[in-house]
T-cell receptor, first 114, second 115 residues
Framework: IAGITQAPTSQILAAGRRMTLRCTQD?????MYWYRQDLGLGLRLIHY???????GKGEVPDGYSVSRANTDDFPLTLASAVPSQTSVYFC?????????????FGEGSRLTVL | AQSVTQPDIHITVSEGASLELRCNYS??????LFWYVQSPGQGLQLLLK??????LVQGIKGFEAEFKRSQSSFNLRKPSVHWSDAAEYFC?????????????FGQGTELSVKP
């Protein structure tokens, strides 16, 4: 059972470079999310998508973009990475657009921007 | 704005001892509350959730939580901790008035278990 698959698991990136974090789910969930996890700050929502073809901004969207061309994939792009984007990124999905249900998380992508 | 606070950054308990992790929320109406657990190097897993009804909710792995409206709290408890419970625990609330109805997480509490 795969659930949520994220790639890469870890990446070191030079500042100013473009980077796309991939996320794929095989549960046919409508909603998908990207969070970043930073020590002392917990998880903060970057972007979300309630259903294929729609996206929305979360708490910390600046510097990030997402797309949702189909149900399964929800890539997160950093157009020009900066050191403050060093973080662990988690993709998640849920069955339904609202958060009255359970979120299923991937194992995370650790990104270091130098 | 809605928020959730976990006052304890790190807690250490002995194996077999009881555990209580604190969570306080700010919200006007009845919130949707969650506890998630994150094992090292892993994503988060749902432990339990509260929407309405009985204020004492049971979750997986022997955990329970009690919703107390008067104290704006949703503390997580376990009667007897096992070494495998060492992890980071996150309280979360649905942000109905902001964040598009998405989960707002607390800062997390790291649990260490002494043998």
């Amino acid at each position: 059972i795969a659930g949520i698959t994220q790639a890469p698991t870890s990446q070191i990136l030079a500042a100013g470079r473009r980077m796309t974090l991939r996320c794929t789910q095989d549960m046919r969930h409508n909603a998908m999310y990207w969070y970043r996890q930073d020590l002392g700050l917990g998880l903060r929502l970057i972007h979300y998508s309630n259903t294929a073809g729609t996206t929305g901004k979360g708490e910390v969207p600046d510097g990030y973009s997402v797309s949702r061309a189909n149900t399964d994939d929800f890539p997160l792009t950093l157009a020009s990475a900066v050191p403050s984007q060093t973080s662990v990124y988690f993709c998640a999905s849920s069955d339904g657009g609202g958060d009255t249900g359970e979120l299923f998380f991937g194992e995370g992508s650790r990104l270091t921007v130098l | 704005a809605q928020s959730v606070t976990q006052p304890d950054i790190h807690i250490t308990v002995s194996e077999g001892a009881s555990l209580e992790l604190r969570c306080n929320y700010s919200y006007g109406a009845t919130p949707y509350l969650f506890w998630y657990v994150q094992s090292p190097g892993q994503g988060l897993q749902l432990l339990l959730k509260y929407f309405s009804g009985d204020t004492l909710v049971q979750g997986i792995k022997g955990f329970e939580a009690e919703f107390k409206r008067s104290q704006s709290s949703f503390n997580l408890r376990k009667p007897s901790v096992h070494w495998s419970d060492a992890a980071e625990y996150f309280c979360a609330v649905v942000g109905l008035y902001n964040h598009g109805g998405k989960l707002i997480f607390g800062q997390g509490t790291e649990l260490s278990v002494k043998p």
